[in-house]
């Protein structure tokens, strides 16, 4: 395991004007590509992030935190990690008309420069929040949010956008990124899929109790599937995680089990491959959007054709960045980020050889910035400063 590299004193950065230029497809890029790497759609919040805090909020008192942060949230952070590691990124999302929807727009589409043209404004609805609070390694959340007024995103049928802000017929794109719902379908998986688009998914906790693989249709479409530990040995009944990803290969092509502090796990039923990379040891600042940060790492390195252990490898590094900065879109890492840490780890006395040669991959991709300083720092985004004149 790669030994922690450590937190202390670094100049800040200000967002994607400061992330090195890497295109990590541009091996297998070719004049009839889709226009877009990747495609998704779902609902943007926005996310305040407390962290600094010692202990759990306790009813009846007062707490302050050290530190805050606002961010868009909800798909908006995987959105932000994919567009951050070079993906070509596509969202179809209902954003409100009031000041929070205006600020996550403009954030991720002149800050992030993700592609919104199939998102829609909607009057007089107020946008989702959620406040996020960080500590001891774990979060505590609380949102708050509408759905969109029936009818309210719907514009012409040449357009092809739904009720619920996602496209009927979705773009052409590379890959789709996919949220299942036990007991529900998306129509637009099936047709993605029906078109070439490679589509990965995850799944959220299973309210239902049912933990059952025939409540989640659209899985059939999916090339892979990337549940946690406890998600996956409950869907397929394994006693453990690496027992359920091969399980879970009768039902998809790739499996890929997140371990937690053990790393990830994945097989590959097409190949016969597996592999399992463990994590790298960080000191956790907010876990936040940690895992959207792994499945777009995952999708990257799956779409530029690298190694099975190459990707997984990189998916868990993405991850393991982001945890050491807080919130979900904020602590995305980009290329500049990665290099940075690539270079101080190797100056690191007593890193394990065989740890450095897992991630000598990288050496090919990452950008000549050998004078930044590691860690690096962004600004934090807040809501609300005035233009000095």
């Known amino acids: ?6 937190k202390g004193p670094s100049p800040v950065t200000s967002g994607p004007q400061c992330q090195a230029e890497v295109d990590p497809l541009a091996a297998v890029r070719a004049p009839d ?11 943007v919040f926005l996310d305040i992030v407390f962290t600094g805090l010692e202990t759990a909020p306790v009813r009846g008192t007062e707490s302050w935190a050290r530190g805050m942060g606002s961010s868009p949230g909800g798909v908006a952070n995987m959105a932000t990690a994919l567009a ?13 008309d009031d000041h929070y929807g205006e600020y996550c727009w403009d954030a991720l589409e002149q800050g992030e420069h993700i592609d919104l043209s199939t998102s829609r404004t909607v009057p007089g609805w107020h946008s989702p929040v959620t406040v996020s609070m960080a500590y001891e390694g774990e979060r505590t959340m609380v949102s708050h949010g509408h759905e969109p007024p029936p009818g309210a995103v719907a514009v012409s049928v040449a357009d092809g956008v739904s009720e619920a802000g996602a496209l009927d017929s979705p773009p ?6 996919a949220s299942l719902t036990p007991g529900e379908r998306a129509p637009w998986i099936a047709e993605a899929a029906s078109c070439g688009t490679r589509v990965f ?3 959220g906790w299973d309210d239902t109790g049912a933990w059952d693989l025939a409540g989640l249709p659209d899985l059939a479409h999916c090339e892979a599937f990337l549940p946690n530990a406890e998600e996956a040995m409950r869907y397929t009944g394994a006693k453990s995680p690496r027992a359920a990803a091969h399980a879970l290969t009768e039902h998809v ?13 994945a097989v590959d039923r097409r190949t016969g491959e597996t592999a399992e990379v463990p994590a790298i040891a960080v000191e956790a600042l907010d876990p936040t959007g940690a895992g959207d940060v792994f499945v777009a790492g995952f999708v990257t390195g799956t779409l530029a054709d690298w190694p099975l252990a190459d990707r997984l490898a990189f998916a868990g590094l993405t991850a393991a960045l982001s945890v050491q900065e807080f919130g979900g879109s904020l602590s995305a890492p980009g290329w500049s980020e990665i290099a940075a840490w690539w270079r101080k780890v190797q100056s690191v006395e007593g890193q394990d050889p065989t740890a450095l040669q897992r991630y000598a991959f990288l050496e090919t991709l990452l950008p000549e910035e050998a004078a930044r300083p590691w860690p690096l720092r962004r600004a934090v985004p807040t809501i609300g400063f005035g233009r000095s004149t």
């Open 1 to 6: 395991m790669i030994a922690p590299t450590g």
């Open 33 to 43: 590509d889709p226009p877009w790497d990747v495609y998704l759609t779902g609902t």
């Open 84 to 96: 951050r590691l070079g993906l070509r990124t596509s969202l179809a999302a209902a954003f409100g």
């Open 172 to 177: 052409r794109a590379r890959a789709a990124i």
């Open 201 to 203: 998914a995850d799944v």
């Open 253 to 265: 092509p790739l499996a890929v089990v997140t371990l937690g502090a053990e790393g990830a796990y």
